[in-house]
């Protein structure tokens, strides 16, 4: 189970603004340890925004997104105290869900 | 890479007993099926031209109506602020690319009906290149391009 | 300092290291200001503040305690708002201590774990994370926007100050170089760098306010003391104690020039 992310959604104007950051090392497979061993792939291949259970977003990352990805989005609608639910897989099978309410 | 890559795609697909992880996910509403069933071989590509193509997209239009915003110098290509922001109705798909990176495509996101046409992320880049946005309106594609010097660094610690 | 010293400064660095630098050339600097505005959202410090709070609330070590009793110099528990006072005379261990010292005071003390268990990590690697450097994080966020007000009132605290200033000035090594060869001049760059000049009050509020940061070539959240051991190592000397008595004295100096400023940090560096 992967560490928790960090979630803020702000609704203004109509409009709802997601910041995700997630805790993630995002290894490429191409690095290579100090004894020369590469350091197995190892990063987030999916990731979905639902909003009161409705899909806002859904990506998909490659290993050229940063460690700790940082994703910024926005959607018509939300309510202050609606909640927003991301969740992400990485490439061993490893998940993780958390949930964040939105505020004015 | 590429066929390590594969693999580890497919180690993830066979989670489940058969049912691939995905589609497991799918039919829980974590991912819609349309997207567990999209082809990833674009994340394997190797060059622009390569990606495009593994993602179906013929000639991408230039336009004027995709804002890429990213910074003119990248302090340190571990973390790279892209950023982009369209007017264009109807947006479909946002992806982001860096062409000199062995992988070039870094994200693909899917945009439901209501999702704003904007979306932010941080991508590495391992040499100064071009990051190139490509968006989907409409059923057409649009792409819009800069380039980000990325310096060695400095003093190391 | 006086230009040539400046030259000689920058031909040994050339020469000696590779570094190349360039006297501020206003375009780039004003480029690398607009990446750090375009990275300064969603901070990965963030994470090592939520791990550090977790430790400081979890009761652990031989007697099984929490460090919600560990005073930081504002009373017992108090965390918000304690850093921006930081270093402080203390009087149950007579002494100045900063942050990370008073830290290992209270782990000893409170949780009864060894000291020399907790300096065996007191940086994160790759790997594993420091506990000790995860707590400060915390602590120091809790000080996010207060005012730094450090005094320099009670005798040890002032005889800190001035051993700290001497040693900002203090030159030795194989270059002979000191913390003010590298921070008392303005507008000096090592490659990409700006060089905080640490006699400038703006400059040496802006550099003190924004650590502990998370660094972003290392994917890791740095603490103070390992800023101080990373210019040591600039400086060609040998690395510091961790939580010594010298690079208390260097922090207090260093922190009491940044008074006034609103405490930053953590903050999000190259």
Known sequence: MGNPMKIRAAVKDGVTEVKILMQHNMETGLRKEADGKLVPAWYITDVTAQHQGRTVLEAQLGISISKNPYLVFGFKGGAAGEKITVSWVDNTGDKRSDVAEITA | ?157 | MNTSNVKKIILVLALATSYAAVAGEVSDSDKIAQYREMISDGNPADFDEMRGEELWKTASGPKNATLQQCDLGKGAGVVKGAYAELPRYFKDTQKVQDLESRLLTCMTTLQGIPEEEITARPFSSDTKQSDISSLATYVVGQSKNVKMNVLVKNPKEKEAYEIGKRMFSYRAGPYDFACSTCHATSHVRIRMQDLPNFFDKKDAQSAYTSWPAYRVSQGLTRSFQWRLNDCYRQQRFPEPKFASEATIALTMFLAVSANGADYAGPGLKR
């Open chain 2, 1 to 157: 890479m590429n066929s390590e890559m594969n693999l580890e795609r497919r180690k993830v697909l066979k989670v489940g007993g058969g049912v691939g992880l995905l589609a497991l996910f799918a039919s829980i509403g974590l991912v819609s099926p349309a997207m567990a069933e999209v082809d990833r071989k674009a994340f394997s590509a190797k060059s622009m031209d390569e990606a495009l193509s593994a993602m179906g997209v013929i000639i991408p239009e230039k336009t004027d109506a995709i804002k890429l915003s990213v910074p003119e110098i990248a302090e340190n290509g571990a973390v790279v602020p892209v950023s982009v922001e369209t007017t264009l109705a109807k947006v479909e798909q946002i992806s982001f690319f860096v062409d000199k990176n062995p992988n070039v495509l870094a994200a693909h996101f899917y945009l439901p009906a209501g999702t704003e046409g904007m979306i932010t992320t941080r991508v590495k880049m391992g040499q100064t290149a071009n990051v190139i946005a490509l968006v989907k309106a409409d059923g057409k594609f649009y792409k819009a391009s800069r380039e980000v010097k990325v310096t060695a660094g400095g003093c190391g610690g």
